[in-house]
């Protein structure tokens, strides 16, 4: 069903059909494998949000999750700023931003080369602990950066509301947060708020309609201490998208519905406050199709194999090899390939690992050598968190089209 | 023991060691992360490994493991061959490569473009399939490529003598392999004989033994069909080195005395063969360290946490991310760190991944911001399967010393 749904959406079922030509296309021109990120799904994705979003709540893109030039720039016309978790994400997301955009850098061991770049971008600093503070203020000089505490929270992101959030390296514990933000208030800093992360990659709006819940009541709370008005909460993110066979869209207009009513209280407890929602997955995840061909079809004691010019050395995460998923896959398709027998097959990359394994036991279209295989919500998390030197196999072409 | 037994051969366990002030100056000089891969252990290696093979086993470098042009160069001064599974592998192996040297190139999937620089090189190449035999010969031209054939055997390699080779894509699959045999007869190719790879990494020496004595018998039966008189064989590898709490080194002594029965055998059987072994890991693994220093020490809930400047994206495989393997961890130690209290810590990189974990509940000595922390055992498979782009945090120095 996610299969069939994104064939039509990417018109690459039949061969006739307009994707299918573009993507053939591409694939001629610029060789495979490659990945291809649509501007327009982009644009959409981002209308969708905006609409969904209560007035005035602000959207970060987190850079992490695809940092190509050309995508940050498309992104920067769309977004309200940039999160970074280096000075040279920081460097890309500053050429990309519009003016007025923010910037911040977020996560633990944040070198002093990072930290002198945010000063120098005049980035805003989610602050992992009080002695990341103390380094920053120490090179800050004469300026007074502004900065954000992120809160390691008493829960975490889950369908059931759990109450379970233990130890991290991420921030500092909701139950410390007086003592660092005593100790915030004696430094050189500008505090603006909290940064407050429940979890990531959910599909469940009611899940993550309750982690914002909380995370605005935690704030709220940890306002009484702050040694300034809280005018920035950034709620974190964690919106999914569906990438498994069974997964389904996140119900938009439910997690509206919620987040409105969270605006109206965030407007009652934290009266000078900008909420952000922080976001990478579901902006651009989406939007990314992975395209590869057939190299070789085989057969192996029964088993037939496609294998493939791509593999995890471009998108581990699609291989399932992260996570030991055998029998799930993204999805999958031969572009196409409507209309061909079916056969159960088993997809794989080229690499001498026996994880480099798209799909075992697949039902896909016929598939010969030189045909061109799309893997689809290949937009987020691809290159980003593979490892591209693996054999010094070419990487991909990556495309915004 | 494991953690000990290393500190001890790279001097680091005191301040005062010549281990502790080198890398100390190391990373000095080249700032953290780094890798540093010892000359000396890469010759030592060599030489028990050359002590322990029987007179005329070749040996061949599987460049995969680690490709760096130092690490090359060295090795090509020690070993017979190098194994590539790319062109651009390809190409750093040749700069590397003693004059008679042997390169071979292996790997499901080559590329049209792979295939070509085999033959611009006059490389070996290991056919995955018939029809990768067919495209090799199409590209050739008059020239007629050496060729092996790579045999999905009926048995892996494993603790125990288990004769349950399954469907793959790796090579031909021997009870088809009178087919493709014939095939190669009838293309312009120079048949040499068989490559036959049964596993990888294995602590096990007899287990080894085995699967090489069965290896032998099964290129011995495959002759009979073989175009030619089988001129090489190359045996596979799969010896391991120990980077878990209770592994133990392989034992040569007895692998050696087994190989040596193997070549009585094989001098019989395939009187015109060349036997090889091919390793990647155990040549190199043993001679790396990866050094990175501490950033922040932080209590969190009652745990102590150690955030290194180094992670997943150096050195996935270390932090035992890949395989779901909470409480195991590679040999880590705090350098110069003897004598200080010890102490329960969870050791982790700085990315925002909460499986970017060295270890926990580990016993250190106490480790404070600007210690250097050593992984051993980090010559193999680090940067090379590791996610180097995530989040775009610098590389690490890689240095030969």
Known sequence: MLTQSLCARWQVAGPAEAGSRELTALAEAHGTPLFATRAAMLDERLAQLRAMLPAGMRVLYSVKANARPEVLARLGLLVDGFDVASSAELELARAAAAPGSVLAMTGPGKRDDDLAAALAADAVVVLESLDEGARLARA????????????????????????????????????????????????????????????????????????????????????????????????????????????????????????????????????????????????????????????????????????????????????????GRRHLHYPIWVVGGAGRPMESVTVCGPLCAPHDTWAEHLNLPRAEPGDLVAVFQSGAYTTAISPGDFMLRPPPAQLLV
């Open 140 to 323: 800050a000089g004469e300026r007074r950066p502004r900065v954000l505490l992120r809160i390691n929270p008493p829960f975490e992101l889950a369908a059931e509301s759990r109450m379970s959030g233990g130890p991290r390296k991420f921030g500092v514990d909701s139950e410390q947060a007086g003592a660092a933000l005593a100790g915030i208030g004696e430094l050189p800093l500008d505090f603006l708020g909290f940064h407050i992360y429940p979890g990531s990659n959910c599909l469940n709006a009611q899940a993550i309609a309750n982690g914002m819940h909380a995370t605005l009541s935690l704030a709220a709370e940890l306002a009484a201490q702050a040694p300034a008005p809280v005018r920035v909460l950034n709620l974190g993110g964690g919106f999914g998208i569906p990438c498994l066979p069974g997964e389904a869209s996140l119900a938009l207009d439910r997690l509206g519905e919620s987040l409105g009513r969270l605006a109206s209280e965030a407007s009652r407890r934290l009266p000078e406050a900008t909420l952000c929602v922080e976001l990478g997955r579901f902006l651009v995840g989406e939007a990314g199709v992975y395209l590869s061909r057939v190299v070789e079809r085989k057969v192996s004691r029964g088993r037939v194999y496609l294998i493939l010019d791509g593999g995890l050395n471009h998108h581990w995460q699609a291989t399932g090899a992260l996570e």
